[in-house]
Each structure stands twice: as C-alpha cells, then as structure tokens.
C-alpha cells in the first residue's frame, strides 16, 4: 500500500491477516523533491539578418526528471511557437524574445531568453569605370553597409579567392561576377556586369 506522506522519517509496523505484528521496521527517509531549476546553457545568435539560424539550449535540475520543454516567443505566452519536446535544444529560430518552460509532474519553471541578429547587409550600385581606350583597363567598386562592418569581396574567375580591398582594378573588358559578403558569410548580393 501506498500512502502519500510529508517529508520526513518514517518506521512503521506490518500486521499480518492472524494481527500478528512484525518488529519495528528499519528507518525510512522521505526526501524532499528537489525544486525544479531551468537555466540558459547555449544561445547562438542569428548567423545573417533575416535568417532562422539561432540556437537556444537549456540545462536543468531538480524537479522528479521526465522534463519536458516547450518554447514561446515572448510575444505570445499562450500559444507554443515549439509544441512540447523531451530534448533540451531549439534551433532553426529567427531573431527574438523567446521563452523555455520547462515541466516535471506538477513542477515547472522557466526562463527568458534573447536571440539578436546583425545589422541588416546592403550594397550600393557598384561603381564602374569603363575603359576608354582600346588597351585601357577598367575598375569596379563595390560599397557596403551593415552587417559586422568587416567586409570580403572576391571577383570571377576566382570567387572562392576573397580580398579586403574592395575595389577591383586593371580589369580587361568583359563581364564579371562579383561576391561580397561580411566576415560571418552574409551576403547582400552577386553582382554580374
């Protein structure tokens, strides 16, 4: 027979069907459950603006196990933007407020967490200059704003050879494929002229 009882020790008798009864058994604890802690392990920000890349993993304690997690955006608290899952990891997830509840039995807790993205990336319209002359060269010039302020540029044939600079100078008549991304991969376009 089970009985729920409070926290604390506990001997006890047992009485058989003939009421003999037995000698009084050895001690037994009732511990308390422990309290049910959620906490942030891991929050990876959104790589590019606009992308659904961020990652949120939590770590908990307590509670009697079997937790569940469930994930809202901050938003809107009453409908779930994950549906519950027994995993401790979110991902695939755009820039936001979000937050993780965690569940065991009777016991739940949360915590709020902030997802951010960099500044959205954007170029200009390319600077060209035409060659005049028959053996001139001409140059292309591309400027960008936003995103980490780093910026990388590379030119066909070689679009997998990036540079800093991001003028691209003696080049012959012809047409060109230009990259530009800043030092996390965004790119805000390729540009064929």
Do not use: H, K, W
């Amino acid at each position: 027979i089970t009985l729920p009882a409070p926290v604390g020790t506990y001997r006890y008798y047992v009485r058989d069907a003939n009421l003999c009864i037995s000698q009084l058994s050895n001690q037994v604890t009732i511990d308390p459950i422990p309290d049910l802690d959620i906490a942030t392990e891991l929050v990876v920000d959104v790589n590019c603006n606009g992308e659904s890349t961020g990652i949120i993993q939590v770590t908990t304690s307590g509670g009697l196990g079997n937790y569940v997690f469930t994930l809202y955006q901050s938003s809107d608290l009453t409908t779930p933007f994950r549906p519950a899952q027994s995993e401790d990891i979110f991902s695939g997830l755009p820039a936001g407020g979000y937050r993780v509840v965690v569940e065991s039995n009777d016991c739940t807790d949360f915590v709020d967490v902030l997802i951010e993205e960099g500044m959205p990336l954007t170029a200009r319209q390319p600077v060209i200059n035409n060659p005049l002359c028959t053996d001139d060269l001409g140059s292309i010039t591309i400027e960008l704003e936003g995103g980490t302020g780093q910026y990388q540029f590379a030119i066909s044939p070689n679009l997998n050879e990036f540079q800093d600079e991001n003028t691209f100078e003696d080049l012959p008549p012809g047409t060109y494929t230009i990259i530009a991304q800043d030092s996390r991969g965004c790119r805000p376009f390729v540009f064929q002229r």
